[in-house]
């Protein structure tokens, strides 16, 4: 299964609402993962099951979407949320990820 | 609190055989997969596959031919190898925790622990 996550980069200021999206080429249900990535360290656990907030995860990340069409919001950008940010399918095997969308300061 | 520690060689030369190690700390070694993700420098991720503490594994088909992992219950700990390796596989390897998770009569899967990554380099 392909995930096609958009945009691949954004630049946006502290206080922006931001939103990603993650397409997948047939459907998975909820089974998304989506994980934060800071330069030279492991990918961290944000959202599972498509809209499941992890446990000591900011209130201000959310998930939704089913079937085939994902978002990961932002609702209000701090400065430690610049990142890289990756969807991941656990529907079927292999497990696959999206090619990842930066987070950049504008 | 769970923590992976993870080892192994760092440069490789063409055709030899990586061969990384995760041990798991602080929880329990059952009722979980074991997963290997890696990232080449400068992309994204890629799953290689996954082992659970019965021995029964899961692999990525693009590298299921050179692919081993194995799992060592007395140590909790569990193991890649990838052998025949070209420059291609140059990337940070991590080790991870998949948590089954039941969910409105639903069973989700996510990688709630990462290791901190191991560099391996293959040049001649």
Redesign the interface.
Same mark, same amino acid.
């Given at each position: 299964i392909q995930l096609t996550q958009s945009p691949s980069s954004l630049s946006a200021s502290v206080g922006d609402r931001v939103t990603i999206t993650c397409r997948a080429s047939q459907g998975i249900s909820s089974y998304l993962a989506w994980y934060q990535q800071k330069p030279g360290k492991a990918p961290k656990l944000l959202i599972y099951a498509a809209s499941t907030l992890q446990s000591g995860v900011p209130s201000r990340f959310s998930g939704s979407g089913s079937g085939t069409d994902f978002t990961l919001t932002i609702s209000s950008l701090q400065p430690e949320d610049f990142a890289t940010y990756y969807c991941q399918q656990l529907n079927s095997y292999p497990r696959t990820f999206g090619q990842g969308t930066k987070v950049e300061i504008k | 609190q769970v923590q992976l520690q993870q080892w192994g060689a760092g440069l490789l030369k063409p055709s030899e055989t990586l061969s990384l190690t995760c041990a798991v700390y602080g929880g329990s070694f059952s009722s979980y997969y074991w997963?290997w993700i890696r990232q080449p420098p400068g992309k994204? +991720?890629?799953?290689i596959g996954e082992i659970n503490h019965s021995g029964s594994t899961?692999?990525?088909?693009?590298l299921k031919s050179r692919v081993t992992i194995s799992v060592d219950t007395s140590k909790n700990q569990f193991s890649l190898k990838l052998s025949s390796v070209t420059a291609a596989d140059t990337a940070v390897y991590?080790c991870?925790r998949?948590l089954r998770?039941q +969910?409105s009569g639903?069973i989700?899967?996510?990688?709630?622990v990462?290791?901190?990554?191991t560099t391996v380099t293959v040049s001649s």
């Amino acid at each position: 299964i392909q995930l096609t996550q958009s945009p691949s980069s954004l630049s946006a200021s502290v206080g922006d609402r931001v939103t990603i999206t993650c397409r997948a080429s047939q459907g998975i249900s909820s089974y998304l993962a989506w994980y934060q990535q800071k330069p030279g360290k492991a990918p961290k656990l944000l959202i599972y099951a498509a809209s499941t907030l992890q446990s000591g995860v900011p209130s201000r990340f959310s998930g939704s979407g089913s079937g085939t069409d994902f978002t990961l919001t932002i609702s209000s950008l701090q400065p430690e949320d610049f990142a890289t940010y990756y969807c991941q399918q656990l529907n079927s095997y292999p497990r696959t990820f999206g090619q990842g969308t930066k987070v950049e300061i504008k | 609190q769970v923590q992976l520690q993870q080892w192994g060689a760092g440069l490789l030369k063409p055709s030899e055989t990586l061969s990384l190690t995760c041990a798991v700390y602080g929880g329990s070694f059952s009722s979980y997969y074991w997963n290997w993700i890696r990232q080449p420098p400068g992309k994204g +991720l890629e799953w290689i596959g996954e082992i659970n503490h019965s021995g029964s594994t899961n692999y990525n088909p693009s590298l299921k031919s050179r692919v081993t992992i194995s799992v060592d219950t007395s140590k909790n700990q569990f193991s890649l190898k990838l052998s025949s390796v070209t420059a291609a596989d140059t990337a940070v390897y991590y080790c991870a925790r998949v948590l089954r998770e039941q +969910l409105s009569g639903k069973i989700y899967y996510y990688m709630d622990v990462w290791g901190k990554g191991t560099t391996v380099t293959v040049s001649s």
